[in-house]
Every structure is written in structure tokens, then in C-alpha cells.
């Protein structure tokens, strides 16, 4: 009897959500031996890397050509976490033999995800003491993706002094799209939040209110830690 893969696949991240994950790994293991998809791939290692069977995951991604962006990242994330850095970074950036991708490729090919998998492969420079470029990836993750803090955090960790009013901007959220998937189109303007009072900016949605009121969370509590 063949699954009915949507509503199996509805019904594992239903019991991701709710961290029943043995629920979900049942369900997704399941699904895979009917449906030898990449997409059930993907859905299968990430149960078992929420279930914390990161080395599983690693195993199962590695037996299977992965294409997709988000296998890739899942199973670069693994080698991170199993402290297989050169992996790692042969994943994301095309290997040895291969010519070394740019950040704006990664950007590229990754799309709504990308800003994680430079953070990513920030810390796999980083933990090899290639600080300068892990500097660069940490840089543009948050131009990518300016909700993410653990770059930023990792800027400061390296010594580094980054300004939170340049970091932290409404002009970054162009690049970024994948937070709120069904929002209407994002007010942006050309300079940081904290030059304007917030009852001065113009809002056209509900949904831009929040996002705007967002980054002034963000950037004045970063501005208020560093005095």
C-alpha cells in the first residue's frame, strides 16, 4: 500500500512541533521506505537530528547524493556537530577539487537560508583559526539575514567591534524573506532604526509594525549592553 505522502509529511512536522520526536521519526521512517524522495530524505534526517541522533543524520545523508540545498546544510551542520570541520566545509563551499564557491554563490544557491549557512561556515573558520574569513561569513550572514544574532555574537567573541547600527537595519531586510513567508511587502528605508522616533515611521501593515518594532528590540538592547 502506497502512502499518502502530504498528509504523513503534515503529520511528522506536526509531531516535531509538539517534540514528540519518536512520533516523527516513526512516521518519517515510514514515509522514506515508500517514498525515496529527497524531500523525505531531508524530513527523515531532520527527525533524527532533532531526536539528537546527529550521528544518524550524518550517516543517512552521507549514504545518499545529496542536492538540495537544505540536505546539504543539514548534513554540513552534522559534520560541525561530529567535529568533522573539513567536511563540513566541503560541503558548503564545493570542496578541494572543486573551485572554492563565493560567499554571494553560497548566497546564490542556498537562498532563504543562506544567512545560517554563512554563520555556519563562519564557525567552521573559526574553529580552525582562519579568523579573518570567518569575520567575512559572520558579515554577510547578518546583511542576509539581520534577525540572526548568533553572528554577531561570534563577531564580538573574535575580537571584533561591529556596529550594531549598521548590523542591525531595516535596509538588510530586502535580502531577507523567508521570516515572514506570507507578509506584505517590507517598508525599508535608507538608515538605521535608532535615528528615527518610532511613532514618526511609516507603516503600511500590521505585520511591518512588527518587524520594524523588531529591530528596535534588537538594536537598542545591544546599544544599551555596549555603554
Known sequence: MTVLQEPVQAAVWNALNHYAYRDAVFLSERLYAE??????LF?????YYRSGKAYKAYRLLKGHSCTTPQC???LAKCCVDLSRLAEGEQILTGGVLNKQKSHDDIATEFGDTAGFTLSLLGQIYCKTDRLAKGSECYQKSLTLNPFLWSPFESLCEIGEKPDPDQMFK????????SCQPNICPIYTATYSIPHRQLD???METPQDTLVCSTHVYIVLSIKGNFK
Open 200 to 202: 514618526t515611521i511609516l
Open 170 to 177: 531595516l535596509t538588510s531586510l530586502q535580502n531577507f524573506s
Open 43 to 47: 524530513l527523515l534526517a531532520t527527525c
Open 72 to 74: 546539504k546544510y543539514l
Open 35 to 40: 517514498v525515496h524522495s529527497e524531500e523525505a
